[in-house]
């Protein structure tokens, strides 16, 4: 199966560790991945966002036009990529800072508030990892322990971020397992 996403938000949302942290445990599973940032601009502020693709088969070419999953941070991201997602496709909405309705009818919707979970949790900078726990378990195209294996491995050198971490990123499956 083949999953291509675009996560997108403002700049400063941890869109792009998102982007790596997917691919990375794609590699851990052994998948073939891709991953594209957009960068320049949009880095600090603005609607930033990445191309991702995790599949069991060769990827063809790395653009993602059509996603079957697309991850909005925010309100610019809903209304830039909600008409691109594929028909069956999925759409995870940080419902914290998005207050409109999604309008297609073709897609599955996942709301999800992350921002809030974070500050439950006591540290607002994990809202990303809250989010692609979420994408974890409303997609299954990647294990959540694959997750953390790669967070492990990408941040060897600062290991007091993993506990955190990892609270965020299961309290994001929970949300959307119990809640969609």
Known sequence: ??????????????IMLMGQLMTY???IEEKNVSWIPSYGPEMRGGTAYCSVIVSDEPIGAP?????????????PSLHKFEPVIHPGGALIINSSLIDQEAKRTDIKIFKIPANDIADELGNAKVTNM???????????????E???????????????????????????????????
């Open 25 to 27: 445990a794609g590699m």
């Open 130 to 144: 809250v989010v692609l726990g979420a994408i974890v378990a409303a997609t299954s195209c990647i294990e959540l």
């Open 63 to 75: 653009m993602v036009s059509e996603p079957n999953i697309v991850v909005a941070m925010n309100l």
């Open 146 to 180: 694959s997750v953390l294996k790669a967070f492990t491995k990408m941040f060897a050198k600062k290991p007091a971020l993993l506990e955190i971490n990892e609270k965020a990123l299961r309290r994001g499956a929970e949300y959307i397992q119990k809640n969609c």
């Open 1 to 14: 199966m083949t999953h291509e996403m675009i996560m997108s938000g403002f700049g400063g949302q941890g």
